[in-house]
Structure formats: C-alpha cells, structure tokens
C-alpha cells in the first residue's frame, strides 16, 4: 500500500469523498505489519479508495490509421448513415470510468451537389447517440474537423465503433478517400481516434 493515513480528531464514521462518487475514504494508519487501525487504536477491516482509476481525460484509448499503399475511395449517397467500412474503419476501446469520451474523425471528403455531409459511429450498424456531426455544406473538397464528446456509457464496457458517412439533404454523392493515390494527389490516411474524456 505504501501510504500513510493519518487519523484526525473528526467523526471516523464519514467518509471524504476524493472523487470517485460512492466510494468512501476513511482515514486510517496503516501500520508496519499490515494491519489497519482507526484514531482510536481499534482494528479497521474499512474500505477506502485513493481516487479514480485508468485513463486520465485526454488520454487516447483507442486510434485506427487506414492509409493502404493503393488508395481506396468509400462512395456514399445515402440519407441516412453507412458503415463505411467496419474492417478498416474502425476502433475498438473500453469506456473510462468518467463514462465519456472524446472522438476525432480525419480524412478527405469531396462532396458533389448541394448536399449536407455527415459524419458519425455506428456500433453494430446502430447509430451511436450523440455522435452525429455535420461536417460541411454543399460542395467541396477539404478535410472536415470532426470531434465529437460523448457521454453516458457505461463504464468498463468493450466498445467498437465504426465510421459512418450520409446527407441530411439531397442525396448526393460523397466520397471520403483513404491512402495515396497519384503524384500530387496524397489525400493521405483516415484516422479515428477516441481519448478519455
């Protein structure tokens, strides 16, 4: 354990929150053998924690770089969202105790005609809620910025999200490229990444 817990004068009997909600710390002594004891001297099987575990908020938990030697180009013209491509584009991660995280998608995106881009997960070909974003409007060609924090999951569960890709709008054709292609045409990688939040 490798930690001293002074007792103080105060009410052993409440606990001090150190911020991980609904776990008690009392304070104690750890003594040279191992055993515990309160102020008063008295045996004290208590449990206590010494703060949150696991990733602290922007820590990256889980990243995907899909950058194939031939470059492959994911076309979409659908109004509502695509699983682009649940092999390559994707990542997998656990949900940090805070229950939130923190999700950045990269890539070149030419959107032909009047349309609304959106980006977004899916998980199990269901649209994860909150990670709908709009990422331009009409058309274009760039690298939109998308980040997106999502919140309420479970801590500890096993998570693996893939990229999703439709038009609010009319739908015209989109397509988001991953990888080189011809001299001065390096669009370069897709990218996900999920940090703590």
Same mark, same amino acid.
């Given at each position: 354990?490798?930690? +001293?817990?002074?007792? @103080? ?7 001090i929150n150190l911020g991980r909600p609904g776990e008690p710390f009392y304070r !104690? ?5 191992? +055993? ?5 001297? *008295?045996?004290?099987? #208590?449990?206590? %924690?010494? @703060?949150? %575990? @696991?990733?602290?908020?922007? *820590?990256?938990?889980?990243?995907t770089r899909y950058a194939p030697a031939t470059q492959v180009l994911f076309s =979409?013209? &659908?109004? =509502? ?14 949900? $940090? #105790? &805070?229950?939130?995280? #923190? ?22 070909? #269901? ?15 760039n690298a939109p910025a998308y980040t997106q924090r999502i919140i309420g999951l479970? $801590? ?8 999703? *890709?439709?038009? *609010?709008? =009319? ?10 292609? &011809?001299?001065?045409?390096? !669009?370069? &990688? ?6 703590? @939040?």
């Amino acid at each position: 354990m490798g930690k +001293t817990f002074v007792a @103080g004068e105060e009410n052993l009997d409440q606990p001090i929150n150190l911020g991980r909600p609904g776990e008690p710390f009392y304070r !104690l002594r750890l003594m040279p053998d191992g +055993t515990i004891l309160k102020g008063d001297g *008295q045996s004290a099987p #208590v449990p206590f %924690s010494s @703060g949150p %575990s @696991g990733p602290v908020p922007g *820590q990256i938990i889980g990243s995907t770089r899909y950058a194939p030697a031939t470059q492959v180009l994911f076309s =979409t013209n &659908s109004a =509502t969202p695509v699983t682009l491509d649940a092999a390559n584009l994707s990542v997998g991660f656990t949900v $940090p #105790v &805070s229950g939130a995280v #923190v999700v950045t998608l990269s890539a070149f995106l030419h959107a032909a005609g009047s349309t609304f881009p959106h980006w977004g997960l899916t998980e199990g070909g #269901v649209l994860v809620p909150g990670s709908t974003k709009r990422v331009s409007h009409g058309t274009l060609h760039n690298a939109p910025a998308y980040t997106q924090r999502i919140i309420g999951l479970a $801590p500890g569960s096993v998570k693996s999200w893939a990229w999703a *890709q439709w038009s *609010q709008a =009319t739908a015209s054709v989109m397509n988001l490229y991953a990888g080189a292609a &011809s001299t001065n045409d390096e !669009l370069g &990688s897709a990218y996900m990444e999920v940090r703590a @939040g």
